[in-house]
């Protein structure tokens, strides 16, 4: 079987790949969190035209599928828990734990790497999340993170050590979650089907303009507490049933 590395889908893959160590290295050199996370941006525009380019070149392949995973878990498994790790590292312990304590607990982080890699290969595998997801998708848990540090960074809030543990706990836990979060994937314009996804879109277009700063840490939180409501009212319906 003739194997082809270099087609322009797996060109845009590996742009992400890329875009998401540099994200790293500007987190560990320079501690610029903001740079950071206009690469994580520049990673989630790669992720997405990369699939879009195969399926209208028609150079879908395994070998795609399997660089999409090994990228993603560059960009958004381990570029945020590295963010966090140099964050951690910049504050002190809210609770005065013993510094050699504190220091050692900083890579407890590096669990949003982990999980973030099971999450990447039981999408592969799950047939089930065509239009829904099961989790938190990866690129929604690093734009969390990353911009919980850009806002910590330019001292919008503040954060303590343990506080960065539970969020690296909570997001890891949401990865492997079984909440289905709904996808911004349409098969029509039409209204009927896509009200949540064009009401999200635009609760998501007003915070932009009203809440600038805060605006993509409020998405991502909105985008999790809606696909947990609605999972749950689902849940509710069919125990009815």
């Excluded at 960065?164 to 997001?171: E, K, P, S, T």
């Excluded at 039409?190 to 809440?211: A, D, E, H, Q, V």
């Amino acid at each position: 079987m003739r194997i082809r590395l270099f087609t322009f889908p797996n060109m845009l893959t590996l742009a992400n790949l890329l875009s998401g160590a540099a994200a790293i290295v500007f987190a560990l050199q320079y501690h610029d969190y903001t740079t950071s996370f206009m690469l994580i941006i520049a990673s989630a525009v790669f992720d997405f035209f990369d699939g879009f380019a195969a399926r209208m070149l028609g150079q879908s392949s395994p070998i795609g599928v399997q660089l999409d995973s090994l990228a993603d878990d560059i960009s958004f498994g381990l570029a945020p828990s590295l963010v966090l790790y140099d964050a951690y590292i910049g504050t002190t312990s809210y609770y005065a734990i013993d510094a050699q304590i504190s220091d050692a607990m900083r890579f407890g982080v590096l669990i949003i790497a982990a999980f973030s890699a099971l999450r990447l290969a039981r999408f592969n595998i799950d047939d089930t999340q065509h239009t829904e997801f099961r989790g938190l998708p990866t690129p929604a848990a690093t734009l969390l993170c990353v911009s919980l540090a850009v806002l910590f960074q330019q001292g919008h809030i503040v954060l303590y050590r343990e506080q960065i543990l539970l969020i690296a706990l909570a997001v890891a836990l949401l990865l492997v979650s079984p909440i289905r979060m709904f996808a911004l994937k349409f098969t029509s314009f039409s209204p009927k089907g896509n009200m949540l996804r064009y009401g999200f879109l635009l609760t998501s277009l007003l915070l932009i303009i009203f809440c600038t700063t805060y605006s993509v840490t409020l998405i991502i939180v909105l985008y999790i507490v809606v696909s947990t409501l609605r999972w749950i009212v689902g849940h509710s319906t069919e125990d009815r049933i």
